[in-house]
């Protein structure tokens, strides 16, 4: 997957996020990582309704392959409300199966 195919993935992850369509973030993951009920509570308890962070946020995305996983990476996002970026974050793992990412929510951690 090349940088910007891996952007394009955060990008739909945070839109699903944003918009509060957990299930569809479960289902894009085949059920691994974290289920959208558990996704559901962690965005209730960073406290306020998130947002899309503005573009400049994407061009520094911090992409980390994951060791001993060829086509396999770790992403983590910053998540934002109306006044900023949150000190949370959502961790995800990004690989390609059959042509197609598949996206792992590992987790969100709520700061």
């Known amino acids: ?24 973030l479960e289902e894009a993951s085949g059920g691994e990582g974290l289920s959208a009920y558990d996704m559901e509570e962690a965005v209730d308890d960073v406290g306020s309704t998130l947002v899309m962070p503005p573009d400049t946020v994407w061009r520094d995305l911090r992409i980390t392959p ?19 970026r949150t000190s949370s974050t959502v961790e995800l793992t990004v690989h390609s199966s059959n042509g197609r990412p598949v996206i792992e929510v590992d987790d969100i951690i709520v700061g």
Request: proline share 5%; charged share 25%; no cysteine.
């Open 1 to 24: 997957m090349s940088p910007n195919d891996l952007t394009l993935v955060a990008k739909h992850v945070m839109k699903l996020l944003v918009e509060r369509r957990f299930d569809e």
């Open 66 to 84: 994951v060791r001993n996983w060829a086509g396999a990476f770790n992403l983590r996002l910053p998540l934002w409300n109306a006044n900023g």
